[in-house]
């Protein structure tokens, strides 16, 4: 499964789908280690077709960047069932961010 762009608009229908565990990724593109994590967050989104991916843009999508209190990113976020299961900021490697979809 590919990354989803997430927005104010379709957040609430992939925040509610709770068979499924959500990783967020709020970034920017100005962000060097957004830049960095990207590539492994798009592998997780090939890798784990249980888990929905979805990217937010924080300069686009602030109010959703407020509401989970993002202040630094990147910042990953794993919901399950429309709850912060997992939350970490900064780059980190992929088994730092597959061992955030086991919580």
């Known amino acids: 499964m590919s990354e989803i ?34 590539p492994i967050v798009a592998e997780i989104a090939e890798t784990h077709p249980e888990v929905i991916v979805g990217k937010v843009n924080v300069d686009e999508e602030l109010e959703l960047a407020r509401a989970y209190g993002i202040v630094s990113i990147p910042t990953l976020i ?26």
């Open 5 to 38: 762009t997430v927005t104010k608009a379709n957040f609430d229908a992939l925040k509610n789908q709770s068979e499924k565990k959500v990783l967020l990724d709020f970034w920017a593109s100005w962000c060097g280690p957004c830049r960095m994590v990207a």
């Open 78 to 103: 794993v919901l399950k069932n429309g709850q912060v299961a997992a939350k970490a900021v900064g780059y980190m490697p992929k088994k730092d961010i597959e061992a955030l979809l086991d919580k």
